[in-house]
C-alpha cells in the first residue's frame, strides 16, 4: 500500500525523518511529498526543499519525494495513495490535524489519515523553530538532518 506524508518541509528536520522513518515501516511505499506554495514565509525554494528532503530520506530504500501542488487529496489520488501520513509533536497539534483529517475526508472518503506521534525527542521542534534559531545564529545540526545542517551552515556562512 502506497502512502503520502505532506508538508512543506521547509526545511525537513529530525521529526520529519523520525515520522518518515516509522511510515516507512508501516507501508509498502512512501512518498514524501512537498506542498509548493504554502501560505507561510519560506527559508528555501521548492527546488531546495525537494533536494534536501531526497538527501535526507535517501537511506529509506521504499521512500521517494516527490512536489505536488493543489489539493493533497487530488495529489493522493494522482498517485494512487491509500493513506495520508501526517505527524503530531504534541496536544496543540491534535486539533488542526483533527479538522484537515475531517476536510479531507469529506473530500475523499476513500483516503485513510493515519497520524503518528513524535518521538518525545522531536517535539518540540518545527520547521519554524529552526529557521529562528538559525536566523539568530544558533546551531540547528542535533534538529535537522546532516544535508539541511550543511545547507544551513552554507546559506548564513555567505
Not at 525554494?45 to 493543489?70: C, F, I, K, M, P
Not at 501526517?86 to 497539534?93: F, I, P
Amino acid at each position: 500500500m502506497r502512502a503520502i506524508f505532506p508538508a512543506s518541509f521547509d526545511p525537513i528536520t529530525n521529526g520529519h525523518l523520525d515520522v518518515a522513518t516509522r511510515a516507512s515501516r508501516l507501508f509498502d511505499e512512501l512518498v514524501v511529498a512537498v506542498y509548493d506554495t504554502p501560505a507561510k514565509s519560506l527559508l528555501f525554494s521548492l527546488e531546495e526543499r525537494v533536494a534536501l528532503a531526497r538527501a535526507s530520506t535517501a537511506h529509506l530504500a521504499n521512500v521517494r519525494v516527490e512536489q505536488y501542488s493543489g489539493l493533497t487529496v487530488e495529489f493522493a489520488r494522482r498517485i494512487v495513495a491509500r493513506v495520508i501520513v501526517r505527524g503530531l509533536r504534541a496536544a496543540s497539534d491534535f486539533d488542526w490535524e483533527y479538522l484537515q483529517a475531517t476536510a479531507n475526508h469529506e473530500l475523499a472518503p476513500e483516503l485513510e489519515i493515519v497520524l503518528l506521534m513524535s518521538h518525545s525527542r522531536w517535539s518540540f521542534i518545527s520547521s519554524t523553530l529552526i529557521k529562528e534559531i538559525v536566523q539568530l545564529g544558533g546551531d540547528v545540526a542535533r534538529f535537522v538532518p546532516p544535508p539541511v545542517a550543511e545547507r544551513l551552515r552554507s546559506r548564513t556562512s555567505a
